[in-house]
């Protein structure tokens, strides 16, 4: 007894005064690696608040705001992190970042000076740093530097084409054109150079070409619409129609909002004859810019067609009211009135047309032009019917950064669930209406009644209001706890602050809590289960800073197998167990457990996911995929996209 309120009295229990700061930091470094960067904050925050000299609060709450896109309170971030500690390499590198976010180019270019002083053979700082000499139209310096990456890394694909991007911009595509193909004679696989290559074959309007390189641009990038657009206009400027149709049908399924690609697909519908459809596609460039008056004036024609004279009469005098002297215009403006029988309107228009030019012949409506374009910024209206290509077919930059993408990238293709834990948010879904049950939490809250917990593995962070509540919360745990005289009235406190510092990501000292939880009660499956939820968390952290994790993870599974011998008939510690050593490639016993947590619960949608993962490891097919098809049945809707992938 004596043992445990001692314990009590010096565990940190009463807010952030008290904390560690090393642990506070390594809090906040969890959360962010959990991606819970709001939290993350929070943490750096109060570590900031107490040493505000620190280097490295201040540096992590600016990797924090990166994710967040506050790139101008990050790049704050990182200079006060560079004065506390000037020499740190990847303080100037995301504060280079930052500023490459926020267009301050000339100021990233001296931020990666400054790291390349530290680490002069950082290849991803070199590739930063000329990228920005090309935004910043530096392009003598730009190729200098070129020239010494290319001595240092003379198989370095990238750096032929950031050379060949120079050369364009300096209108020299003959070199430009013997860069690229260096650069793909290096790296073959590299579906950005092909289409960096086809770019300068359609501006030599050699379409074949062109259509070739951008074949093997999407074969390698499939899901970039910028590629499925230029071959559109390969394909079409090749009479293929319908090879330039369902490019602009992908391109607008991959980016629905793609200005080009609706007004383009709008004109070749109009060439096919596809009015009503065409008109959809203009409508749409409408909503995207209201004022566009090539598109009304085209939208204007497919109305007429369609008979819809009065809508078509709309948009013919928006475009007249803007070019009065637009004769085509009017004309067609003349012709719908004429149809509804308004033969003063109708006149009035004819009488501009004839005064103004007596001797000019009008025709039917041209076809479209071929092998003819406007760029989007031309508005001379008698190109109303000509393709529209970008102004400037600009190259898509590609900055090295360990900050690219996901904070960790942890996780494969084919990852398993989480495990389940204990906390106090209720699951919620769209698909599954009944709440996990499990009689040892049942009897939890039958006790306490203060709280309830749930069992869930859902990881979805909490908002800064409820953040701020689970704070409060355990500010009075902590004051309950330090009143209390008794271990039968501490023990359900300890657990019900464990579960809420397990909620902030705080997990060393929701482990802590529980461990006092166990010297008071060594038989709680409860206790055991969160603990290795928590040190399991834990130690994926610890894994992705390059710790050994073995012995840790041993406490893990000796966690679980506690719990279990206390609550055998718990589906959820199998299942967790399972999920434990999957991820230790101990394959036989995880398919036991996952089996075994099946058999207490046959509707776990989970346990059938992960053991259909585990199959597919073994190379067991039809195994995998009645699994994975039973998990897509009980509301794992990704479950069908494996399957998909494994017919495939």
Not at 5 to 13: E, G, M, V
Not at 472 to 501: E, G, W
Request: glycine fraction near 4%; proline fraction near 3%.
């Amino acid at each position: 007894m004596r043992r445990i309120f001692y314990l009590l009295i010096f565990l940190p229990l009463v807010g952030f005064a008290q904390f560690n700061i090393d642990r506070l930091v390594m809090v906040g470094r969890s959360a962010l690696y959990y991606e819970d960067y709001v939290l993350s904050i929070q943490y750096f925050n109060q570590a900031i608040s107490q040493k505000p000299w620190l280097f490295e609060p201040w540096f992590f709450r600016g990797v924090a705001k990166y994710y967040l896109d506050d790139f101008r309170g990050a790049e704050n971030d990182c200079t006060e992190a560079i004065e506390r500690n000037p020499y740190v390499t990847n303080a100037y590198e995301l504060r280079g970042l930052c500023r490459i976010n926020l267009k301050k180019y000339a100021e990233a270019v001296k931020d990666y000076d400054r790291a390349l002083r530290y680490d002069p053979d950082n290849q991803g700082l070199w590739h930063n740093r000329i990228l920005c000499l090309i935004q910043d139209k530096n392009y003598d310096l730009a190729l200098a530097q070129i020239d010494t990456m290319i001595t240092h890394w003379s198989k370095y694909a990238r750096a032929y084409a950031m050379q060949a991007e120079v050369y364009l911009l300096q209108k020299d595509t003959t070199k430009a054109v013997a860069s690229l193909d260096k650069s793909l004679e290096l790296d073959p696989y590299d579906g950005g150079i092909w289409a960096e290559r086809a770019i300068i074959s359609l501006a030599r309007e050699d379409w074949k070409e062109g259509e070739g390189f951008l074949d093997k641009s999407i074969h390698l990038m499939p899901k970039q619409p910028v590629n499925y657009i230029n071959r559109a206009l390969a394909r079409y400027n090749q009479n293929n129609l319908r090879g330039a149709m369902a490019d602009y049908d992908t391109a607008l399924d991959l980016d629905p909002n793609n200005f080009l690609g609706h007004y383009n697909r709008g004109l070749l519908r109009a060439q096919v004859g596809d009015d009503n459809r065409g008109i959809e596609d203009f409508d749409f460039v409408l909503k995207l810019e209201p004022n566009n008056l090539m598109a009304l004036f085209n939208r204007a024609l497919l109305l007429e067609q369609t008979g819809n004279l009065r809508a078509a009469i709309r948009d013919y005098s928006k475009v007249i009211e803007e070019y009065p002297n637009f004769w085509f215009g009017l004309q067609h403006r003349a012709s719908c009135y004429r149809r509804l029988g308004n033969t003063k309107q109708a006149e009035l228009d004819e009488f501009r047309i004839l005064k103004a030019q007596m001797d000019k012949r009008y025709g039917h409506q041209p076809r479209l032009s071929k092998k003819q374009m406007r760029k989007r910024s031309d508005e001379d209206l008698e190109k109303y019917n000509q393709l529209v290509v970008a102004d400037e077919q600009e190259v898509e930059h590609e900055y090295k950064s360990e900050y690219r993408g996901r904070v960790q990238n942890r996780k494969t293709e084919l990852s398993f669930l989480p495990m389940f834990g204990l906390s106090f948010r209720r699951p919620v879904s769209d698909i599954k209406r009944e709440i996990p049950y499990e009689e040892s939490v049942e009897a939890f809250n039958s006790q306490t009644r203060s709280r309830t917990i749930y069992i869930s593995c859902d990881q979805s962070k909490l908002g800064e209001e409820r953040m701020k509540q689970t704070f409060t919360y355990i500010d009075s745990l902590s004051t309950a706890i330090d009143a209390s005289k008794s271990t039968a009235s501490v023990k359900p406190l300890l657990f019900l602050r464990a579960i809420a510092y397990s909620s902030i990501q705080n997990f060393d000292n929701a482990i802590d809590d529980l461990g006092i939880y166990l010297q008071i009660d060594s038989t709680s499956s409860l206790a055991y289960w969160q603990r290795a939820v928590c040190q399991a968390k834990v130690n994926e952290f610890n894994a992705s800073q390059g710790t050994n994790i073995e012995l840790q993870m041993a406490n893990v599974l000796g966690d679980l197998s506690d719990a279990i011998t206390h609550a055998p008939k718990n589906a959820y510690l199998y299942y967790n167990r399972g999920t434990l050593y999957a991820l230790r490639n101990d394959n036989m016993r995880a398919l036991d457990d996952y089996t075994k947590a099946i058999e207490l619960e046959k509707d776990l949608a989970e346990a059938y996911y992960n053991r259909g993962l585990l199959f597919i490891r073994l190379k067991k097919q039809d195994e995998a995929i009645a699994d994975l098809s039973k998990a897509g049945e009980l509301g794992l809707y990704q479950a069908y996209s494996i399957i998909k992938r494994q017919r495939e």
